[in-house]
C-alpha cells in the first residue's frame, strides 16, 4: 500500500436561473453581458477542470422561485439550470475562489465522490 493518498475526487454543482449573466469584462459585454452557464463552462474549460456538463432541467425550482416546467419554444427566466464540474476537491475550492465574483448569486453544492470504477480490461 502506499502511504501517499490519492486526491479526493469531487463533483461541484451549481445551480442558477437561466438569465443569470456574467459580469462584463468587455466593452461588448457591458451592451450586452454573457451568460452566466456559458461563461463558467469557458472558465472552466481555461481551468483544465476534468470534466464539465451543463445539465438540461426539465422541471425545478430555486429557493423563492415558483416551480418552472422547460419548454423549448419559451423559457421561464427564472428556469433553474445546473453545471456540474469534476475534479479534484482542491482544484475544485481553487475554481470558486477564482471565480468568487460570479458565483455569488449561485447555489454551489460539494460533492466528495468515491474514487471512479475502472473498467478492468480483458484480452
Not at 42 to 52: F, H, N, P, S, T
Amino acid at each position: 500500500m502506499s502511504s501517499r493518498q490519492a486526491p479526493t475526487i469531487a463533483a461541484l454543482r451549481l445551480y442558477f436561473p437561466h438569465v443569470a449573466q456574467a459580469r462584463p469584462t468587455r466593452f461588448w459585454h457591458r451592451l450586452s453581458a454573457p451568460a452566466l452557464a456559458r461563461h463558467l463552462l469557458l472558465a472552466a474549460r481555461e481551468a483544465q477542470i476534468v470534466q464539465a456538463i451543463l445539465h438540461h432541467v426539465s422541471s425545478g425550482y430555486l429557493p423563492g422561485e415558483r416551480l418552472s416546467h422547460h419548454h423549448p419554444e419559451l423559457t421561464d427566466m427564472r428556469h433553474p439550470q445546473c453545471l456540474e464540474l469534476l475534479d479534484t476537491e482542491q482544484r475544485l475550492r481553487d475554481f470558486m475562489r477564482e471565480h468568487a465574483e460570479e458565483l455569488r448569486k449561485v447555489h454551489a453544492v460539494l460533492f466528495l465522490c468515491e474514487l471512479p470504477l475502472e473498467h478492468e480490461r480483458t484480452g
